[in-house]
């Protein structure tokens, strides 16, 4: 697997790695550095600082391959490593909540993935628990509305203003196509507490399109 494309099975990337291959490390570099980037901000203050600590991994990353034991993907192995100098060097500067402890689903009011409000009650003599105002169709294709200029916006958005843990989680397991088993290994987060916060993330977003609609 080579970063998201997983075009090269993860023992030839190691041994190209291992063999000093610049091309691999570049392309291994380009793909994964962004996000990389994005996840440093969850723990640090500024882009400075995450730059640095995105720099610093790719260090571990050369310095580390010959120990590269294969338990994990070679991009969930990178990500360890970046939380890792993202967590020691948030708690330097002194404003870091370590990600996994920054939320913990025992402890937060659980969020509907719809407002309750939208359904009849349980007592109702007819239909209890059903559609009071159901979701509207979409006016055109799918595809003509998620590439409208407005949607994507509306989109960027609302996903810019989730919050951080709910953000990575989703950037990783909707964009990324990680899968929750590489995202609580990466963030080092349980399952239960991986899986709330995608769901409320998707959450939001999806009530910030229904809304854009309703405007429509």
């Not at 697997?1 to 790695?17: H, K, N, W």
């Not at 291994?28 to 996000?35: M, T």
């Not at 500024?46 to 991009?75: H, P, Y």
């Not at 397991?173 to 290994?185: A, F, I, L, M």
């Amino acid at each position: 697997m080579l970063a998201e494309g997983r075009a090269i099975d993860d023992s030839v990337l190691v041994e190209r790695l291992r063999a000093g291959d610049e091309a691999a490390f570049r392309t291994l570099v380009e793909a994964l550095d962004p996000v990389l980037r994005r996840v440093a901000h969850t723990y640090v203050p500024s882009d400075a600082v995450a730059d640095e600590v995105v720099q610093e991994t790719w260090l571990g990353v050369l310095n580390g391959i010959d120990r590269f034991e294969g338990r994990s993907s070679v991009r969930t192995w990178v990500f360890r490593i970046l939380v890792n100098r993202a967590k020691t060097r948030g708690e330097r500067e002194r404003r870091t909540v370590p990600f996994a402890s920054a939320f913990d689903a025992s402890r937060e009011p659980e969020v509907p993935a719809v407002d309750p409000g939208r359904f009849e009650a349980v007592d109702h003599p007819l239909v209890p628990v059903h559609w009071a105002a159901p979701p509207d169709a979409w006016r055109g294709s799918p595809e003509a509305r998620l590439h409208a200029a407005e949607t994507r916006a509306a989109l960027t958005a609302a996903f810019e203003g989730l919050p951080p843990a709910q953000r990575e989680v989703v950037l990783l397991r909707d964009v990324h196509g990680w899968t929750s088993v590489e995202v609580c290994n990466a963030l080092d987060l349980s399952e239960t507490n991986q899986r709330v916060l995608l769901h409320r993330g998707r959450t939001r977003l999806r009530q910030a399109l229904e809304e854009l609609h309703d405007e429509q």
